[in-house]
């Protein structure tokens, strides 16, 4: 089984910040994670993720400048666990289970503990969508059905 293919018909799979890496080894004994592509928790997603921070906005509660997340359920912008731990700690104290990574653009879950497959999972579309576009300029490839 070919991991990390670069052919372009693997473009699913989600491009993992090296400094996540160990974030995923205590839930994984594979060593390599796929996006999930199914996720139970949609339910508490922001109803306008239109309008969305940029992604060089800082983390509301220790002003980090980068590489924060974004909370899909409230838009709050808070620092990684390998900062602050505010968004680990939001997720604890609000429940808001689901966030955008300004860093790679991928969307993780919470209470799956797991990372989400933004072109399998359409809810989550427009969030990543506008964060790339924010973060690039241009619209995301979205894969192509063929
Ligand atoms: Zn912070
Ligand atoms: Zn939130
Ligand atoms: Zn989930």
């Excluded at 996540?20 to 139970?40: F, I, K, N, P, Q």
């Excluded at 964060?131 to 192509?144: D, E, V």
């Amino acid at each position: 089984m070919a991991k990390n293919a670069s052919s372009s018909s693997s473009s699913s799979m989600q491009k993992i910040n090296r400094e996540d890496d160990e974030l995923l080894l205590d839930g994984s004994e594979s060593g390599w994670v796929e996006a999930r592509t199914h996720c139970d928790h949609l339910d508490s997603l922001s109803p306008d993720l239109i309008h969305i921070p940029t992604p060089n906005t800082s983390c509301s509660r220790c002003e980090h400048p980068k590489e924060n997340w974004l909370c899909l359920c409230c838009k709050e912008v808070l620092c990684s666990r390998f900062v602050n731990k505010h968004m680990l700690q939001h997720y604890q104290h609000q429940q808001h289970n689901l966030a955008l990574s300004f860093s790679d653009l991928s969307v993780w879950c919470f209470s799956c503990d797991a990372y989400l497959d933004v072109q399998a999972i359409v809810p989550l579309r427009p969030a990543y969508e506008t964060a790339y576009i924010l973060k690039f300029g241009q619209p995301p490839p979205f894969r192509s059905v063929d």
